[in-house]
């Protein structure tokens, strides 16, 4: 069922988590495999174990340009490329600054849509060529303080089904891998971001009008992800793109963990209406917030 990987293998933002996971799966099935992240020296455990690596910071055009054309001058055309870096930037739709969803989504989008457009001539002219993109279950469904975030992985998933169908005349297959919860520095960063945007770590009084929502939040996702009935380890996402890559037929979207894909159904079957009022009983949320008492308007004013 499997074909023989050719071409070497590309990696964004391998210095944690699943992309150090993928790296080493590759490294494992015998790949030629550029692992790569913003500080090269985050890699020092991969070089070990057989990985090429390289600096590449996917919000930087020249950092890309060189990357890939280290990697065609030294084993041709890519055979594999897999757009990982990304993170998650929390906080509600009110609240949170555009500069940092902008840079989000640098990130997030238009990298993996530059190095998708970078390594693409090689791979036409070679006639072959995988496309693996991260995408989440976040870009399946929405939860509230999340919106940007899956913004960025909705953006993902109509990018790689155009995608899918304008190479598919070239031999290039591209799929998309939606993970729930994995345990990884993820959940860290977005924690981080939420506090930036009035969330519960953030040092100053957390007030205002999301203060209970950003707690609520936060706490969703901690006990997600301290949970390992909700949450998996890298590995199975890993193995995934090892599939997405080698498997004659790969497929175009691959959920991960057995409760992300419960998610994802219940998200279709169901509908807005139900899923919101999931949404809002799991985050502790009533329909419709106490506000203050109208400030009556003086009789001169009628
Ligand atoms: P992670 O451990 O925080 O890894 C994120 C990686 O992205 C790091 O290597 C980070 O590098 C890199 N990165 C961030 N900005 C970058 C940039 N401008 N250029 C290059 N690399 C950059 O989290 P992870 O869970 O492995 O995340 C990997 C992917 O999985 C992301 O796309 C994420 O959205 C997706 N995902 C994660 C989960 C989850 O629950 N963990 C669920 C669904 C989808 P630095 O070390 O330099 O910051």
Known sequence: MNTQLDGPVLITGCSSG??????????RSGATVYATARRPETLADLAEAGAHVLA???TDEKSMQEAVSRVETEHGPLGTLVNNAGYGE????????LD???R?????VFGAARLIQLVLPGMR????GRIVNIGSMGGRLTFPAGGYYHASKYALEALTDALRVEVAPFGIQVSLIEPGLIRTSFADTASNTLAASGGPRTSAPHEGAYAELNRNAQGVMDSGYRNHLLSATPEPVAKAVLHAARARRPRHRYVITPAAKAMVHLRRLAGSRVFDAV??????LPARAAVAQPVPVPLNQH
Not at 90 to 97: A, K, L
């Open 18 to 27: 699943i992309g150090a996971a993928v790296a080493r799966a590759f490294l």
């Open 56 to 58: 590449l910071d996917v």
């Open 125 to 128: 002219r070679a006639g072959r």
């Open 100 to 102: 940092r969803v902008r």
């Open 279 to 284: 949404v809002r009983r799991q985050f502790r």
């Open 90 to 97: 929390y906080g509600t739709v009110e609240e949170t600054d």
């Open 104 to 108: 989000q989504f640098d990130t997030n």
